[in-house]
């Protein structure tokens, strides 16, 4: 069959987001063709979110569901569990969609790749007006393996997904503090193949505190995502082992940036448990031993 734009749900949830919401909205209603439907569920918040909700000239035009405060994964598994749409479009309430035929294009490249599961796009990401990356990581086909190594989906805002192939793997898992994201496009990659359409049709916006003090303390939680990811599917002792230094090696390079000598030393000693002789043929060996020599990284940071 070929899909249309009306067979696509757009879901959002929503968490004290009175000031971004409605230019949110704004944007998809501004699709051509529209979504078939819009979903927005409300994750509990404690400012106005509802009041400017039900007050927008949208609202007759949505599906609004409140529920106590759970979190995103939670938020997202309601909405999908109340849509009967074909497809569904993720949008967080902050991120705005640039391109009003997005999901036109998007529905197209699914018509055109049968065996897809998943359709994102290129994004701009936008640190707080400190700086701009466009995210353009191109996806063609079967791609499984790239999700164990990091999060192939250039951003969530960017994602079309096929709902049966959500429901059979179970959705997002609420109960992963980070990456439950990422978790999810693994699966659907492994149920099927993963398309790019290679324009910017999201605007996201990140916190800044993303990019250092927070980066150390999801830590733990990286180690819970992939040892989730690993449990997918038999990959070989070689594999698991690469894997794993390429998700600590994320860290380790962080630590190094800002000058946490404790905490690359702490990373390197997982690096080497979990990848083997892997981390010692690489630059982390040198800086691990310069780092126990002076317990800082200055003055090369």
């Not at 699914?110 to 007006?129: E, M, R």
């Not at 109960?175 to 999810?184: Q, V």
């Not at 894997?243 to 030393?265: C, S």
Request: hydrophobic share 40%; charged share 20%.
């Amino acid at each position: 069959m070929k899909y249309k734009t009306s067979d696509i749900a757009v879901v959002i949830p929503a968490f004290n987001c009175s000031a971004t919401i409605i230019n949110t909205l704004d944007r998809v209603f501004k699709q051509s063709p529209l979504p078939g439907e819009v979903i927005i569920v409300n994750d509990g918040s404690t400012d106005d979110t509802e009041a400017v909700i039900m007050s927008s000239r949208y609202f007759s035009l949505i599906n609004y569901i409140y529920q106590d405060n759970a979190g995103p994964a939670v938020a997202r598994n309601t909405a999908i569990n109340n849509t009967e749409k074909l497809w569904v479009a993720f949008l967080d309430a902050d991120d705005l969609w640039i391109d009003d035929c997005k999901l036109a294009k998007q529905i197209e490249l699914a018509n055109s790749n049968p065996l897809a599961t998943l359709i994102d796009s290129f994004a701009c990401i936008d640190w707080q007006g400190s700086k701009k990356i466009n995210v353009k990581n191109v996806k063609n086909g079967n791609v499984f393996t790239e999700f164990l190594k990091s999060n192939a989906v250039n951003a969530t805002s960017s994602v079309l997904a096929k709902t049966e192939i959500i429901k059979k793997v179970g959705g997002f898992n609420p109960s992963l503090k980070l990456g439950e994201d990422r978790l999810l496009w693994a699966k659907l990659a492994k149920e099927g193949e993963v398309h790019t359409l290679p324009l910017i049709t999201v605007n996201k916006i990140n916190e800044q505190g993303n990019l250092t003090s927070k980066g150390m303390k999801n830590y733990k939680y990286r180690l819970e995502l992939v040892t989730e990811l690993l449990d997918l599917e038999p990959v070989s002792e070689n594999d698991v082992k690469s894997i794993w230094l390429v998700n600590l090696g994320e860290f380790m390079n962080l630590a190094f940036r800002t000058n946490n000598a404790k905490g690359f030393l702490m990373v390197f000693n997982d690096a080497r448990k979990l990848s083997g002789h892997k981390v010692l043929t690489t630059k982390y060996i040198m800086l691990a031993l310069y780092c126990k020599l002076f317990g800082t990284f200055k003055p090369f940071v």
